[in-house]
T-cell receptor, first 111, second 113 residues
Framework: SQQGEEDPQALSIQEGENATMNCSYK?????LQWYRQNSGRGLVHLIL?????REKHSGRLRVTLDTSKKSSSLLITASRAADTASYFC???????????FGRGTSLIVHP | KAGVTQTPRYLIKTRGQQVTLSCSPI?????VSWYQQTPGQGLQFLFE???????NKGNFPGRFSGRQFSNSRSEMNVSTLELGDSALYLC????????????FGPGTRLTVT
């Protein structure tokens, strides 16, 4: 069963625009991660944010976490065609560190 | 360091057959997890092995099994294949303690006919 649910399911933008994806989850978590998957390939880890953190940056990526609302957002600034991919949030709870993945947001960046 | 490798990359099997998939983790990583990805169910956790022991298990039938060797390489076996087992099977490794960051292989695309 999915813990995190991404929104929107699909997003289509022009190169240079910003892309924002949201993730909501149901139960308390220890960590939240964002991954990217290019068509039919393995996932690539983008960023990890722990439950006691509110915001993290990595290059053009900005992730926020609001534990009171049980939600996170991923912002990709100045999008490029190469950012076209599916983006997944993954949450873990307890001590297992096993992430539960959402269904993903499909991002298309038009050149 | 070399990344996670999976073999084979593509596989076609017939219903009722069995299949074995292989995963070599990043050097030094002791935890290997397996996931099944389908359009209908998304990414679902199968199991995790750490130091040759199954440490966590997802909600899959007993037809799905795995093992890990002393060099941390892992294999996953699916017996009595069903059409619904057609999926992308992903292997991921991590050091094993202290961080949930997973490093994924390219996956094995299994088609059951």
């Amino acid at each position: 069963s999915q813990q995190g649910e991404e929104d929107p399911q699909a997003l289509s933008i022009q190169e240079g625009e910003n892309a924002t994806m949201n993730c909501s989850y149901k139960t308390s978590i220890n960590n939240l991660q964002w991954y990217r998957q290019n068509s039919g390939r393995g996932l690539v880890h983008l960023i990890l944010i722990r439950s006691n953190e509110r915001e993290k940056h990595s290059g053009r990526l900005r992730v926020t976490l609001d534990t009171s609302k049980k939600s996170s957002s991923l912002l990709i600034t100045a999008s490029r065609a190469a950012d076209t991919a599916s983006y997944f949030c993954a949450t873990d709870a307890g001590g297992s560190y096993i992430p539960t993945f959402g269904r993903g947001t499909s991002l298309i960046v038009h050149p | 360091k070399a990344g996670v490798t999976q073999t084979p990359r593509y596989l076609i099997k017939t219903r009722g057959q069995q299949v074995t998939l292989s995963c070599s983790p990043i050097s030094g990583h002791r935890s290997v997890s397996w996931y099944q990805q389908t359009p209908g169910q998304g990414l679902q956790f199968l199991f995790e092995y750490f130091s040759e022991t199954q440490r966590n298990k997802g909600n899959f039938p007993g037809r799905f099994s795995g093992r890990q060797f002393s060099n941390s390489r892992s294999e996953m076996n699916v017996s009595t294949l069903e059409l619904g087992d057609s999926a992308l099977y992903l292997c991921a490794s991590r050091p094993g303690t202290g961080s949930p960051e997973q490093y994924f292989g390219p996956g094995t695309r299994l088609t059951v006919t």
